[in-house]
């Protein structure tokens, strides 16, 4: 993308949604039945907005950002509309999304080491991703966006570590890695599923506040999914709940968390164990496990 | 600690492990002291809460607890009795007296076994009777975890996360064991679940009156459960205490750092949702 292409999007309005989803619909269609994922989601992102998508295992979430990225898994269809900055990115085709994805949305899962090749080195796999998407770019400048990018994310002695291999690196610093990898590319938009689950609790305070600092610096939008209420709390402005596929309810962060509407998000929130006291006994969602089939169970 | 004697006793634990690889040309293995000289008591009724980062040593004290791995040095004391050397019968009667809950129940749980197969399994394993027969004795056992007894005969891939959970609790309690190691035995679970399965735990123990050693990495729940807290870090305890004294007056600084990572709620915002719950509930009435 040139830097007049960029100019022009900036120059957008600025209620004007980065991200606009409406629709969407995951399933899953099987000989006998179609299993639908993510029912009718709609929502909206505003430029440089963070989004937290919050539900349980099997409520959709992730599915709903591989929709966006179109990296469903096989077998899998999505209908409805998905709008980035003009674009209808259902209509496009692999080759044009490929230039979306990674330049312009760019990703960070959950696991980084299943992310990155063990046999390269963390340097050529940033330089490599940089250079499938600047075309031109020589090797030695894509080795300097390397360097640049892991400084970027706060990886002290980057220049000399950008040669080591990914075992090299405690989880944490994978976790940077991956997201020097996408920040190199200079994204508009970050999704970020579960970036943190797998990561001791003090890094995943410094993880969160890079991620925040990024957005404040770039002014990137922000998607983050992850099942931990307290973690979008703190680093997210709107909210969506949701539940078997379905929107159960969204909103500013503070009046999902003090005035929440649906009895689920209520519920969730009271599941929610308080560090700072101990409850009795806790509440639980209504439909209690004892008795729940295993599907259902599955689900929730 | 309380005047009478604890349930259990560690002393001075120590577990080294040698490292591959890290020996070169010119030099042998280096061996990774895990457990750094550990000592901690557990009360009867009582929870003692393991709680550190990755690599803390956590887990590792767990296994030498309940003997999976024997510790380099250093004692542990169940009832009076040392258990760092017992071999045979005495063995045998210490693998009933401490059980383990682990993380993951799919991987812990045998995929091809029944729950009956599999909650009689420590019994049959140990050469015992099986009280009242083993049809009735699971079911027994399945509803006192919170699971339909009539499932007996299914799988454990037929089971949530939760289910296959209680599935693995209603194992060790099958032994009536003393103590109760729970590894990570709530952190896979989803918030709901994990709410129903503290709740479980906390009502199992009022119930049988045993002890839990309990290790987790997330404070919260440890919060919920504990009555007393260890903080571990680099295979040592750098603070143990009340649960309340540990998490309102954090005297070590890793303790500290540790509480402050959290990520917490806006109590703000919390504190607005109780009232406008209250608020609600007193006008329905």
């Known amino acids: 993308m040139t830097n007049s292409q960029r100019d022009q999007t900036l120059d957008q309005p600025a209620d004007r949604p980065m991200l606009s989803v409406r629709d969407l619909t995951v399933a899953f269609p099987t000989a006998k039945a179609t299993n639908e994922v993510v029912h009718h989601l709609s929502f909206d992102l505003p430029p440089g907005g963070a989004l937290g998508i919050v539900g349980e295992s099997g409520s959709g979430k992730s599915m709903t950002s591989l929709a966006i990225m179109n990296l469903l898994p096989p077998g899998a269809t999505r209908s409805g509309s998905i709008v980035f900055r003009d674009t209808e990115l259902t209509a496009l085709r692999e080759p044009a999304m490929r230039t979306v994805r990674g330049s312009r949305i760019a990703m960070i899962f959950q696991d980084p080491l299943s992310c990155l090749n063990p046999y390269y080195t963390v340097g050529d796999q940033i330089a490599e991703a940089y250079r499938a998407h600047r075309h031109g770019v020589s090797r030695r400048q894509a080795h300097r966006v390397a360097i640049e990018s892991m400084e970027r994310v706060h990886i002290r002695d980057a220049a000399r570590r950008v040669n080591y291999y990914p075992h090299q690196f405690s989880g944490g610093m994978r976790q940077r890695v991956m997201i020097a990898m996408a920040l190199s590319m200079e994204p508009e938009l970050i999704i970020a599923d579960e970036p943190t689950t797998a990561l001791d609790v003090t890094v995943q305070a410094q993880i969160l506040g890079l991620l925040t600092e990024i957005r404040e610096n770039t002014g990137a939008g922000l998607i983050l999914i992850t099942h931990d209420l307290a973690v979008v709390s703190e680093t997210t402005d709107q909210i969506i709940v949701m539940r078997h596929g379905d929107l159960v309810e969204s909103g500013p962060v503070e009046q999902i968390f003090s005035e929440p509407r649906a009895d689920y998000t209520r519920m969730l929130l009271d599941a929610v164990p308080r560090i700072d006291d101990a409850i009795d006994d806790m509440r639980t969602l209504p439909s209690s496990a004892a008795h729940e089939t295993p599907t259902e169970g599955a689900r929730l | ?285």
């Open chain 2, 1 to 285: 600690m309380t005047d009478t004697e604890p349930l259990l006793v560690a002393r001075n634990l120590v577990k080294e492990f040698p490292v591959s690889g890290t020996g070169g040309l010119f030099r042998r293995d280096k061996t990774f002291r895990a457990v750094d000289d550990v000592s901690l008591e557990v009360g009867y009724r009582e929870t003692l809460a393991l709680v550190g980062e990755s690599g803390s040593g956590k887990s590792t004290v767990a296994r030498m607890l309940a003997r999976l791995i024997n510790p380099t040095s250093g004692t542990v004391i169940l009832d009076g009795t040392d258990v760092t050397s017992l071999s045979g019968a005495k063995l045998h009667d210490f693998r009933s007296s401490v059980q383990v809950v682990f993380q993951d129940p799919f991987s812990s749980l045998n995929p091809r076994h029944s729950v009956e197969e599999l909650v009689t399994a420590p019994l049959r394993y140990q050469g015992r009777q099986i009280p009242g027969g083993a049809r009735a004795f699971t079911r027994e056992l399945m509803e006192r975890v919170g699971l339909d007894p009539t499932w007996s005969g299914r799988h454990p891939a037929q089971f949530s996360g939760g289910q296959a959970q209680r599935v693995g609790i209603a194992r060790a309690l099958a032994v009536q064991p003393k103590l109760v190691i729970c590894d990570e035995a709530v952190s896979a679970l989803d918030v709901s679940v994990q709410a129903q399965i503290i709740n479980l735990l906390r009502s199992l123990q009022r119930e049988e009156g045993f002890s839990y050693v309990f290790i987790a990495h997330d404070l919260a729940v440890v919060r919920q459960i504990a009555t007393r807290v260890a903080v571990m870090t680099q295979g040592q305890v750098v603070e143990i205490g009340s649960r309340d004294e540990v998490f309102d007056h954090p005297q070590h600084e890793y303790t500290r750092t540790l509480l402050a990572a959290i990520p917490r709620i806006n109590p703000r915002w919390e504190a607005r949702r109780r009232h406008l719950e209250r608020a609600k509930a007193e006008a329905a009435s």
